[in-house]
């Protein structure tokens, strides 16, 4: 396996080597050390609000491709497990519904809704049964702004990961947004992952590809700021452009703050707007197919609205130019590259996470 060790001087790096993005057998291996490490966002929790109600789904489809499940109980209490039958193997809940049990459909094992063994017809002179392995393995999840998240073999909690955003954010009604499907939608992109994310990671690009977005920033005011597994992108607005209303004592007090761009280790964007939150879910489909969702969180009587058409403008342009990148690194000269020390902070911390991600 190449090695993807990541130079922690920036000044002296070098970038991720272009086998990573072009290599089907990386892809491969970094279903278990990336994607199965790490927190994946999963439906808004709304998915399971009332007790005894079941939300069956599949972790990360054609990438990880494990089945899972969560359930309220009655005590209200949230649980989530796989949702493989211990007998033979059959999906237990095949679709979203309520009842205060879960039994397979196929010979009748039946589960209480936190995943413990209750029943199983013609079983009496079974031995050693039920064991520790009839129950359904519980499987490690998190909440967070109304969102469930999972992660099968987590290096930290969701909690700790995102410390830095709360904290910053902690004056912002992050628990009280509310979904928007109408300025919701996804986005199919010719591009491995990670070269999405590379282009997310910097500002460096926005003069040279976004003149729309551009017009809106004081560009020599772009901030970044590296946390263990989040960074963050700071860009002040012009004169005239929508900003936060930030409280005095904050550390952004007397700021013109047009987004705090959050980006969470390995494919979460949180963009934080004065209106509320732009979430982008980067799922790869394949080692050269991505799926980009984004969806909109309002926060509670805002008066402001995304800015739809500059959110669409700036996601076309970025897709064009990591379209055009996903080319250019088939190229047989191409073989890495170096990174800028004051604007690429942000992309060297993100190959610094693969790098020890992938061992
Ligand atoms: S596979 Fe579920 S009861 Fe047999
Ligand atoms: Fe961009």
Known sequence: MENFGINPNINQAYTLPAAFYRSPTTFEQSKEQIFAQTWQWIEDVDVVKVPMQHYPFTLLKGVIDEPLLFTRNREGQLHCMSNVCTHRGKIIVEKPGRGRLLSCGYHGRCFQLDGTFKSMPEFKEAENFPSEEDHLTKIPFSEWMGMLFVSLNPKASLEEMTQPIRERLSWLPLEEMTYDASTSKDYFVNANWALYCDNYLEGFHIPFVHPGLN?????????????????????????????FDIPEGHQDFGKRVYAYYYWLFPNLMLNFYPWGLSLNIVSPLSHNTTKISFRSYLFPNSKMSPNESRLDDTEMEDEEVVESV????????????????????GVHHFHSLIGNYMG
């Open 215 to 243: 017009e809106a920033l004081e560009f020599d005011k772009y901030d970044y700021e590296i946390f263990p597994y989040c960074n963050l992108q700071l860009s002040i607005g012009k004169e005239g452009e929508p900003c």
């Open 326 to 345: 996903q080319l250019g690194i088939q190229s047989r000269y191409y073989k890495r590259g170096r990174f800028s020390p004051t604007m690429e902070q």
